[in-house]
C-alpha cells in the first residue's frame, strides 16, 4: 500500500537514550537548546507539521524529565516506554499504531534542527519501499586498521550517510525489526531493518543542518542552525 494524501502517518520518536558521548548530568534530549529541551523542539516541529495525525515517543524507564516538557500534555502526542537499544524502542513504538495501513516516519530526538521542507521531500519520494533522508558522502574515506592507521581508502561514490526521518508502512517496519531481533542482528536504523528484507529504500537528499547532537559541540552548531532558520 502506497503512501497516499490518505494514509495515516504516525511520526516515532525514539528518546529513550542515555546521550553517553554527550557526557553531561542529564540524557542528551533533554539538554536545553535556545531556551528548550532538545526533545521539546523535535516534538513541537513533528506535532506542528499538517501531514503528522500523531507523535508517539518512546522514553527511558526512569525517565523524570518529560512530564515538565511543554509538549507533555499535548492531546496528540502519546508515550510508550522505549527498550535497550534504539530498534527496541522504535519496535515498542510502533506497537501502539492500531491501524494497519499506517505509514511511520521515525525521526530521532536528538536531531532538533530538521526542517519542515525536508519532511515534504520526503513525503514525496515515489516508490512503494519507503524512503529517508539521507547525505552524500563529500570527504575522501578511510577504512582505518584498528592501530591508530588506515588501512585503505573506500570509494566514496554511492556512499552516503543516513540521516532520520525514516519513513516505512508501520507494520512492515515493525515486523522488520521484529525479525531482526530474533535474528540477532544489530540494526542502527529503520532502513537497515528494511534491508534485510529485500526492500531497496529510496535515498532522498536532506539539507545539511538536520544534524545529530552527539557531542558537546553539537549544541553550539543547533543553536546556529536554529537562529538561521528563524531569522
Ligand atoms: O545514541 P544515539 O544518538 O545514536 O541515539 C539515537 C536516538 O535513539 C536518540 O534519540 C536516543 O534517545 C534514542 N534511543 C532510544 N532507546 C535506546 C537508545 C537510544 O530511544 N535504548
Redesign the pocket.
Known amino acids: 500500500m502506497p503512501l497516499n494524501p490518505t494514509s495515516l502517518l504516525y511520526a516515532v ?9 554527550m557526557g553531561a548530568n542529564r ?3 533533554y539538554l536545553t537548546l535556545n531556551g528548550r529541551p532538545i526533545l521539546s523542539h523535535t516534538l513541537a516541529l513533528l506535532l506542528n507539521h499538517p501531514r503528522i495525525h500523531r507523535v508517539i515517543v ?1 522514553l ?1 524507564p526512569e525517565d523524570g524529565y518529560f512530564a515538565d516538557l511543554e509538549e507533555a500534555n499535548h492531546p496528540r502526542l502519546l508515550r510508550v516506554e ?5 530498534a ?3 519496535r515498542l513504538a510502533l506497537a501502539a499504531i492500531p491501524e494497519p495501513e499506517a505509514w511511520a516516519l521515525v525521526h ?3 536531531r532538533p534542527c530538521l526542517s519542515h521542507s525536508d519532511i515534504d521531500k520526503l513525503l514525496a519520494f515515489p516508490g512503494e519501499q519507503g524512503a529517508i533522508l539521507a547525505a552524500p558522502v563529500r570527504d575522501t574515506m578511510k577504512r582505518a586498521n584498528g592501530e591508530g592507521g588506515i588501512d585503505h581508502t573506500v570509494a566514496r561514490e554511492r556512499l552516503w550517510h543516513a540521516l532520520t526521518p525514516q519513513l516505512f508502512p508501520a507494520q512492515a517496519l515493525r515486523d522488520a525489526l521484529t525479525r531482526a531481533e530474533q535474528a540477532g542482528a544489530v540494526i ?1 536504523d529503520e532502513a537497515s531493518a528494511m534491508e534485510r528484507e529485500g526492500w531497496h529504500p529510496a535515498l532522498v537528499a536532506g539539507r545539511p543542518d538536520n544534524i ?1 547532537i ?1 557531542h558537546p559541540d553539537d549544541l553550539r552548531l543547533a543553536q546556529l542552525f536554529l537562529a538561521s532558520q528563524e531569522a
Do not use: I, L
Open positions: 520518536v525514539p528518546a529513550a537514550g542515555v546521550g553517553k558521548r540524557p542528551k534530549q518512546a527511558g522505549g527498550g535497550a537499544e534504539r527496541d524502542s522504535v530521532d530526538a536528538a542502527t545529530k552527539t
